[in-house]
């Protein structure tokens, strides 16, 4: 157990819709980072938090949006969705704002859109 | 831009057997970090070993060990005595020193392991 939850575990839903995937970080962590894992594109970067600040972007749709609240948790808020945004989402957490230290990851959100 | 290549989309080895699993990667950068990430069937993904680039000796966790050979850019992970609970797909990920907010993951290699 990395100490990462999220919520929910699995996820169904059709085209168009919007949801809504949820991440707790680890106790002490302020970063938080969200990935995302298809078949096709493999794990892939989508965006960083830091104490409630986005400190990096990586190759996130403009459908998709992430924010980090005072408590730090983060949700990652997907619409308009389409069949090709099944996948299954990480969420990881670490320490450092920069990168310097390992990155946990929580045991993921399996999307699937029909 | 840095990329991860894993040449090996598949592996087997038999129980109490050692593996070694490839993978190279390209970078500009003179400071790094490498790790390799173990995902089993439970799609959790679980770090198994990390890699400083500044640091010339090879990391080692218990039965997992690496070859890194930064002229090469390469960083090899070798599971020695390997266990039926080893049998995951294994990702290769680069993060720079410089901008290390992502990890940048190869296709990873799916490990079987034979009793």
């Known amino acids: 157990d990395s100490g990462v939850t999220q919520t929910p575990k699995h996820l169904i839903t059709a085209t168009g819709q919007r949801v809504t995937l949820r991440c707790s970080p680890r106790?002490?962590?302020?970063?938080v980072y969200w990935y995302q894992q298809s078949l096709d594109q493999g794990l892939q970067f989508l965006i960083q938090?830091?104490?409630?600040?986005?400190?990096a972007k990586g190759n996130i749709l403009e459908r998709f949006s992430a924010q980090q609240f005072p408590d730090l948790h983060s949700e990652l808020n997907l619409s308009s969705l389409e069949l090709g945004d099944s996948a299954l989402y990480f969420c990881?957490?670490?320490?450092?704002?920069?990168?310097?230290?390992?990155?946990?990851f929580g045991p993921g959100t399996r999307l699937t859109v029909l | 831009a840095q990329t991860v290549t894993q040449s090996q989309p598949e592996m087997s080895v038999q129980e109490a057997e050692t593996v070694t699993l490839s993978c190279t990667y390209d970078t500009s950068e003179s400071d790094y970090y490498l790790f390799w990430y173990k995902q089993p069937p439970s799609r959790q993904m679980i770090l198994v070993i990390r890699?400083?680039?500044?640091?010339?000796q090879n990391a080692t966790e218990n039965r997992f060990s690496v070859n890194f050979q930064k002229a090469a850019k390469s960083f090899s992970l070798k599971i020695s005595d390997s266990q039926l609970g080893d049998a995951a797909m294994y990702f290769c990920a680069y993060r720079s020193a410089e901008y290390g907010n992502k990890l940048v993951f190869g296709a990873g290699t799916i490990l079987r392991v034979k009793s």
């Open positions: 938090y830091y104490n409630g600040e986005e400190r």
């Open positions: 990881a957490s670490s320490v450092s704002p920069t990168g310097q230290d390992t990155q946990y």
């Open positions: 890699q400083e680039a500044y640091k010339q």
């Open positions: 106790s002490g962590d302020l970063s």
